[in-house]
C-alpha cells in the first residue's frame, strides 16, 4: 500500500568525516526494524558502506539509499560521504532531497567539511535538523557546539532536548518539549527506556531551555506567544506544530544530542524527522525552463501531473549494466511510458524500478511524485538531466560540479589491457562528474584528474577490482591553471584554398579577465543581424576549443571572458569550419598579449594539535609556505586555520603524524586558485621544458 505523500521524508545525513553519520544511519534502520544486527563502521559491518573500499577504510565513499518506517511514516534516507574528496556525493544528494539531518561531533563542533556541507544546504535551500553525536566522549561540550554553530554557520540552533551530563557522565536526555528524562537501557542495545521526572539537577537548565524554545518560536508562531501572555499551558503538540514551521521556513535550528555508538538519543532523533522535517508536500512546486517556450514553468506534486524527475546519481551495477538515481518531482513513472530528455532531444524507456537498501534492492512496478528511486535501462542519460513528459516538456536546474585540482598519468600494463582501460575510465566518469579523462597531447599517455589523492586512490583500486584492469599509475601531480591580467584585443583572418574551394572568415575578438570562480563567458557584441547564425555559434565554439591549453605551458584557462567585436565574411566561400579556426588563432593571440599567469590551487587546512607540539607544526607549515588566517583554542588543544598551497601539502600526513608522535589531525579542502609566485612558476616551467 503506498504511503501518503504528507508521511513521506526525503532526507540526507550529512556531516563531517567522523562525526558518526553512518553509526546514526545504522541505528536509525536497527529502530525501525529494517536490520535485525547494528553493524559497525570500525569493523566494516555497517550495513551503508556497502562498497569494499568503504568497509575496509573506516569511511562512507558514495551516497547509500534506503527506506525505512517509523510511527507510520516512510523515511528515504541517503548516507552521505564526509570526506572533502567526495563532496560531489553531497551536492547532488541535497539537490533532490527534502531535508536534512547535520551530525556535528560533540568535541569537535562545527568542523571544515560540516561548513561546506551546510553552504551545499543553504544553496538548495534545504530545511534542517541538527544532532550534536558523540556526548560520552572525553571532552564533549554540547554549549561549545552550539556556538560553534552560530559563529561558524550562522545557523539560530535551538535545544528540543539536550544531554543529561558530558563525558563519562553522560547518563540520558532532557527532552524539553515534553518535559521527561529518558534513560536508556545499554543490555537492549538502547531499544527499551524509561521515562521520568527530570533529576533536580538539572531542572534549572531545563527551564532556561524551554523558556529559550519558546521565546524563539514565539517570534513567528503567534498560538505559541498567545498562549504564554494568557498564561496558558503551552502543549507539546503546540510547541511540535511551530517548531515545524520554524524548520520549513528555515528560520530555526532544532538540536538534539546523544551517543549513537551507545544507542543513546537516536529514536528522539527518528521522532523529529518526523515531527520536524518537511514532507514533500510541504515543498514548493518546482520551477523549470519550457525548452519550446524558452521561459519558466512549474510541475506540482501530483500523482495526475505530467511526469518529470530528476537523474541526480548514476552507479555502475554488475546485474544491470547502470543503475540511475531518480527524484520523482511530478506524475509518475513506470516501465510502458517513454520519457524524452531534453538535453539529447532523444526519448529514454524504463525496464526496471528498484527501491534501494544500500547495495540491495526491491523491484517495484511504479513510482509516483515524491518518490526516490533507482532505475535501469535508460541509455545516453547524464547526472542533472531532467526526464519529464514528452508532450509536456520542462528542464530543472542542472548541477553544477567542482573542478579537479589533482591528476595523475595512467597506462594498462599490456596492450591486452587498452580496451578494458579506456572502458572502465569512460564508465567511471559516467557516474563521477568530478573525475575526468583526457589525453596529453605531446606525450599521448592518459591522464586521469580528480578531487584529491584519496579520490584517485579509490577509483584506480575500483578499476583493478571491479572491472579488472592492469594499470600503471603515476605521482599525483597538481591541477595548475592558466588566466589573463588584462584586457586585449585581436583579429585573425583565414583566406586559404582547399582543393578546388576557397575558405575565408575574418574574426576580431577580445579577451579579458574574470574573478576567481565566475568561469568562462562568451559575449556577442557584433550587431550586423546580416551575420548567419552558424557563423557565430562556430565563433563561440572556436573559442571554447582554445580553453584546454592556455598559452603558457597548456594549462586549461580559468576565469576568462570573451567578446566578439566585428567578423567579415563572403557568401561564397565563408564556412563555419572557417570561422572556427579563425576565432580559436585570434582569441589565442589575444591571450598571448593579456599578460597571461599560471594559478595554483590553494587549500583552506585546519589542523588540531596538543598545545606542547604547537611551534612545531607552524613551522613545518610556514616551510609550505602556508598563510596562518585563524589560531584558536578547544580544550587542550591548539586550532589553527591556513592556506596552503595544494604541491607542498603531498605527504603532510606522514609529516605531521611524525611531529606529532601522532596526536595531532589535519582536514583539507579546496579554496581557490591563486597566482604561482615566480620563482615557483620560474622552476615549474623548466621541469615543463626539461630545461
Not at 527534502?98 to 561548513?115: K, L, N, T
Not at 512546486?285 to 511526469?307: I, M, W, Y
Amino acid at each position: 500500500m503506498r504511503t501518503p505523500l504528507s508521511k513521506i521524508r526525503n532526507i540526507g545525513i550529512m556531516a563531517h568525516i567522523d562525526a558518526g553519520k553512518t553509526t546514526t544511519t545504522e541505528r536509525i534502520l536497527f529502530y525501525a526494524k529494517k536490520i535485525h544486527r547494528m553493524g559497525e563502521v570500525n569493523d566494516g559491518s555497517a550495513t551503508m558502506d556497502w562498497m569494499e573500499q568503504e568497509r575496509e577504510r573506516g569511511i562512507t565513499i558514495t551516497d547509500a539509499a534506503t527506506t525505512c518506517f517509523w510511527k507510520d511514516h516512510q523515511i528515504n534516507i541517503i548516507d552521505t560521504p564526509g570526506h572533502v574528496d567526495f563532496t560531489i556525493e553531497v551536492e547532488r544528494a541535497l539537490r533532490v532531497l527534502d531535508g536534512a539531518v547535520a551530525v556535528f561531533c560533540a568535541v569537535g563542533g562545527v568542523e571544515p567539511q560540516s561548513e561546506t556541507v551546510w553552504k551545499q544546504a543553504e544553496k538548495y535551500q534545504v530545511p534542517r535538523i541538527a544532532f550534536v553525536n558523540k556526548m560520552d566522549r572525553v571532552g564533549a561540550d554540547f554549549e561549545g557546539a552550539l556556538e560553534s554553530m552560530v559563529e561558524k554557520l550562522g545557523a539560530r540552533p535551538i535545544c528540543v532536548n539536550f544531554p543529561a551530563g558530558e563525558g563519562d557522565e553522560f547518563s540520558g536526555i532532557i527532552d524539553v518539549v515534553r518535559g521527561v528524562f529518558i534513560k536508556y537501557d545499554p543490555e537492549s542495545y538502547g531499544e527499551v527506556f524509561e521515562e521520568s521526572e527530570i533529576p533536580g539537577t538539572f531542572r534549572e537548565e531545563f527551564d532556561r531551555r524551554r523558556s529559550e524554545l519558546i521565546e524563539m518560536v514565539g517570534e513567528f508562531d503567534e498560538a505559541v506567544i498567545e498562549a504564554f501572555l494568557e498564561d496558558k499551558s503551552i502543549t507539546p503538540e503546540l510547541l511540535k506544530a511551530a517548531i515545524r514551521r520554524g524548520v520549513i521556513e528555515r528560520k530555526i535550528l532544532p538540536v538534539l544530542a546523544g551517543s549513537s555508538l551507545r544507542n543513546a538519543g537516536v529514536q528522539p532523533l527518528m521522532d523529529a524527522i518526523v515531527d520536524y522535517l518537511p514532507a514533500p508536500t510541504d515543498i514548493p512546486s518546482v520551477e523549470g525552463l519550457d525548452p519550446e517556450k524558452n521561459k519558466p514553468t512549474r510541475r506540482e506534486l501530483k500523482p495526475e501531473a505530467p511526469t518529470s524527475a530528476l537523474a541526480f546519481k548514476i552507479a555502475t551495477d554488475k546485474f544491470v549494466d547502470k543503475l540511475i538515481f531518480l527524484r520523482v518531482y511530478s506524475g509518475h513513472i513506470d516501465k510502458k511510458i517513454g520519457l524524452l530528455d531534453p538535453r539529447t532531444g532523444k526519448r529514454e524507456r524504463i525496464s526496471r524500478i528498484f527501491q534501494m537498501h544500500s547495495d540491495r534492492r526491491e523491484q517495484l512496478e511504479e513510482a509516483f511524485a515524491g518518490d526516490v528511486v533507482a532505475v535501469a535501462g535508460l541509455r545516453d542519460v547524464k547526472t542533472g538531466d531532467t526526464l519529464c513528459d514528452p508532450h509536456h516538456p520542462i528542464v530543472y536546474e542542472p548541477m553544477t560540479f567542482p573542478e579537479p585540482v589533482i591528476f595523475v598519468a595512467i597506462e594498462p600494463k599490456s596492450a591486452g589491457d587498452s580496451k578494458k582501460l579506456a572502458e572502465s575510465l569512460a564508465r567511471l566518469e559516467e557516474e563521477d562528474p568530478t573525475f575526468k579523462v583526457r589525453e596529453d597531447k605531446e606525450t599521448g599517455q592518459t591522464v586521469i584528474s580528480g578531487m584529491g589523492e584519496l579520490h584517485l586512490e579509490i577509483l584506480v583500486d575500483r578499476m583493478i577490482r571491479e572491472f579488472g584492469v592492469a594499470a600503471d599509475v603515476g605521482n599525483p601531480q597538481v591541477a595548475f591553471r592558466e588566466t589573463i591580467l588584462e584586457s586585449k584585443k585581436a583579429e585573425h583572418t583565414v583566406d586559404r584554398s582547399l582543393g578546388d574551394s576557397v575558405q575565408f572568415a575574418s574574426v576580431e575578438l577580445r579577451c579579458f579577465p574574470r574573478e576567481r570562480k565566475e568561469g568562462f563567458i562568451f559575449t556577442d557584441s557584433f550587431e550586423d543581424k546580416l551575420f548567419p547564425a552558424e557563423f557565430r555559434r562556430a565563433i563561440e565554439a572556436g573559442i571554447r576549443d582554445t580553453l584546454e591549453s592556455g598559452p603558457i605551458a597548456g594549462y586549461p584557462l580559468l576565469d576568462v571572458g570573451s567578446e566578439l567585436l566585428s567578423a567579415r565574411w563572403s557568401e561564397d566561400s565563408s564556412t563555419a569550419m572557417a570561422f572556427r579556426v579563425a576565432a580559436a588563432t585570434a582569441f589565442t593571440k589575444a591571450l598571448n598579449l593579456a599578460c597571461p599567469i599560471l594559478l595554483e590551487p590553494v587549500m583552506a587546512v585546519e589542523v588540531v594539535v596538543p598545545e606542547n607540539y604547537f611551534g612545531e607544526i607552524l613551522n613545518d607549515l610556514a616551510i609550505r609556505s602556508a598563510h596562518i588566517e585563524n589560531v584558536g583554542d578547544r580544550k587542550n588543544d591548539k586550532i589553527i586555520e591556513a592556506t596552503v598551497p595544494l604541491a607542498e601539502m603531498f605527504g603532510y600526513s606522514t609529516a605531521l603524524r611524525n611531529l606529532s608522535q601522532g596526536r595531532a589531525t589535519y582536514t583539507m579542502q579546496f579554496s581557490t586558485y591563486r597566482r604561482l609566485p615566480g620563482q615557483r612558476e620560474k622552476a615549474l616551467l623548466e621541469r615543463i621544458r626539461g630545461i
